[in-house]
């Protein structure tokens, strides 16, 4: 059976190593600071190895042996078992090895005899109570390690599906704007084909950032910031002149750092869900970063989709608010309303959100 130690192995044993040296150096430190002698504290160190050695190795058997290879290998007979022989052990060197009716027959006095007896009983309860107790302290110790190492892995398994998570959330997004932009450009070089141009080196400059910038869990506002400018001059594209749209960016620290894509779909929303060919329509987007606190607020008008076109209806949302849920728990607010046919989202993110 190929047996794989690791550097946690070698660091857990070892620090038991250390605490039983420890253990055994009481004696001899005390013995040195009292006579300041060397001699006298290797005599002190050397008794207290002699009568406590038995107990360190009741404790490594179960903490090397019967503890990882018994009782957490499905194999607790051999736990249970193998303690079970070394009390037996105990049992056998104390009343079969040495008599203690023959020892306490040199003693005259029957006081003193039955004194020494009870001595005997007691020390020979209290050195088998002490090795049940040394099987249960390795059984303690390497229960806490296994479960410190199973929350280790949960929080780690947590944290991969998290960015599993929000990397495919992310990804969900791309295509969309992708799939709309590149429909405003079809159809605008059919009336203004250096406009299209220019649309389509605008498009380049916005897949460059997509690409390659927002492939890192957080980028600064200001590349966000120049990637939704971009972004909503090409949506202008399919708006009509009963269409206005305004934007607000003020940013005083550009530096500042955000999840890549977070408002691009609720500024997709706005655009598909707030211009009408045939009615007014408008749009407000707003984004302000101040003191590391990020403000996003979009209202548009609302002309809900038919029951023919609902594709992707309420997806880019909830995407969006799983986001925040899964990068910023405890640290946004949302806010969400209709009101005199007028949709309101706005979204808060920082520290004291």
């Given at each position: 059976m190929k047996v794989n130690i690791t550097r946690q192995d070698i660091t857990f044993y070892g620090l038991q190593v250390a605490a039983w040296l420890?253990?055994?150096?009481?004696?001899?430190?005390?013995?040195?600071?009292?006579?300041h002698s060397w001699s006298g504290a290797m005599s002190a160190f050397n008794f207290n190895a002699r009568v406590h050695w038995t107990s360190a190795a009741i404790y490594f058997v179960n903490a090397l042996i019967l503890v990882p290879w018994g009782y957490y290998r499905n194999r607790r007979w051999m736990f249970w078992l193998g303690n079970a022989i070394i009390l037996a052990a105990l049992v056998y060197g104390f009343f079969y090895n040495f008599n203690p009716d023959s020892f306490a027959e040199n003693i005259p006095n029957e006081r003193y005899r039955q004194y020494a007896l009870s001595?005997?009983?007691?020390?020979?309860?209290l050195a088998i109570f002490m090795s049940a107790f040394l099987a249960g302290i390795a059984l303690?110790?390497?229960?806490?390690?296994?479960s410190m190492v199973i929350n280790r892995q949960l929080k780690e398994e947590q944290q991969k599906r998290t960015e599993a998570e929000l990397e495919w959330?992310?990804?969900?997004?791309?295509?969309?704007?992708l799939f709309n932009t590149l429909n405003n450009i079809s159809s605008l070089t059919q009336i203004d084909a250096d406009k299209a141009q220019d649309s389509i080196a605008q498009l380049s400059d916005l897949l460059r950032y997509a690409m390659y910038e927002t492939n890192k869990p957080f980028?600064?506002?200001?590349?966000?910031?120049e990637f939704m400018r971009n972004y909503i001059e090409l949506m202008r594209l399919r708006c009509n002149e009963r269409t206005t749209v305004s934007t607000e960016f003020a940013v005083a620290n550009p530096d500042t750092q955000v999840a890549p894509l977070l408002f691009i779909s609720l500024v997709e929303n706005a655009f598909k869900h707030g211009v009408s060919s045939s009615k007014p329509s408008q749009i407000e987007i707003s984004l302000t970063e101040s003191d590391g606190t990020i403000t996003f607020t979009c209202d548009n008008t609302n002309y809900p989709k038919s029951d023919s076109d609902r594709s992707g209806s309420g997806i880019g949302?909830?995407?969006?608010?799983?986001?925040?849920e899964l990068?910023?728990?405890g640290r946004y607010e949302w806010e969400q309303s209709l009101e005199d046919n007028i949709y309101h989202v706005k979204v808060q993110i920082g520290k004291n959100s």
């Open positions: 420890a253990f055994l150096m009481v004696p001899a430190i005390s013995a040195f600071i009292a006579t001595s005997f009983y007691a020390s020979a309860f303690l110790v390497h229960h806490v390690r296994r959330l992310k990804n969900q997004i791309n295509p969309h704007f980028v600064p506002v200001s590349g966000e910031v949302l909830e995407n969006t608010r799983r986001r925040l990068l910023y728990a």
